[in-house]
């Protein structure tokens, strides 16, 4: 396993369309976060699953928004009527649950460019 | 919620020289501490963290102090290299890491 794995790396879209991104993370991890990123900024908490379980969401992350991690491994997340404000790079980050590490490990994210 | 103030936003240093970034943050309950680095085109990387009940965290050209009372931390980077020239990220969390709140980031520029 070489780390978090993020598809697509890119995407364009017209607004209004809906785009969904891919998270693969680290396969022992057992958490998975999603981070949005502008220019200039540093990443956002959007939304956190334990397992397959979404146990936190940002105010940021507006009913446009889903994750969604089925099975406990990859997660997905979708933005639906996409927005210009929606252009970004999202993150994806994995952890294990241990007390002694607290690290994430992030992905190289996908960044989004709604025209 | 947690509020994390970072400075400075660019910094330029030459090579050989030392760089230090500093964070401020809010809310007392933080006890966890990362420091990531982001390169062009990549996610942040971790390149040290420090818990609330440790003072100073060294590893190798890098390390980290925190201060609880006065609420700030600081990453130390020694000998500096081109290298790691790269936008650098303090986060704060309380210690779950469930949620990192980030700063704002710094550009360090290492001339050569």
């Known amino acids: 396993d070489t780390g978090v794995s993020q598809d697509p790396r890119h995407k364009i879209t017209k607004r209004g369309q809906n785009v969904t991104f891919r998270c693969d993370p680290i396969?022992?991890?057992?958490?998975l976060y999603w981070y949005r990123q502008t220019l200039g900024q540093g990443p956002e908490f959007l939304t956190y699953?334990?397992?397959?379980?979404?146990?936190?969401k940002s105010r940021l992350l507006s009913d446009r928004f889903s994750a969604e991690r089925p099975k406990g491994s990859f997660s997905t997340l979708e933005i639906q009527r996409t927005e210009q404000g929606d252009s970004a790079m999202y993150l994806c980050?994995?952890?294990?649950?241990?007390?002694?590490?607290?690290?994430?490990?992030f992905g190289s994210g996908t960044r989004l460019t709604v025209v | 919620g947690e509020n994390v103030e970072q400075h400075p936003s660019t910094l330029s240093v030459q090579e050989g020289d030392s760089a230090v970034i500093k964070c401020t943050y809010s809310?007392?309950?933080?006890?966890?501490f990362p420091w990531y680095k982001q390169e062009l085109g990549k996610g942040p990387q971790l390149i040290i963290d420090?818990?609330?009940?440790?003072g100073e965290k060294k590893d190798q050209r890098i390390a980290v102090t925190l201060n609880k009372t006065a609420k700030h931390f600081s990453l130390h980077i020694t000998e500096t290299q081109p290298e790691d020239s790269a936008v650098y990220f303090c986060?704060?969390?309380?210690?779950?890491?469930?949620?990192?709140?980030f700063g704002s980031g710094t550009q360090l520029t290492v001339l050569p």
């Open positions: 420090i818990r609330s009940n440790v």
């Open positions: 980050a994995s952890s294990p649950i241990d007390r002694s590490n607290y690290g994430y490990t």
């Open positions: 986060a704060a969390s309380q210690g779950s890491a469930r949620q990192l709140t």
């Open positions: 699953f334990q397992n397959e379980a979404q146990l936190e």
């Open positions: 396969s022992e991890h057992n958490r």
């Open positions: 809310d007392s309950a933080s006890n966890y």
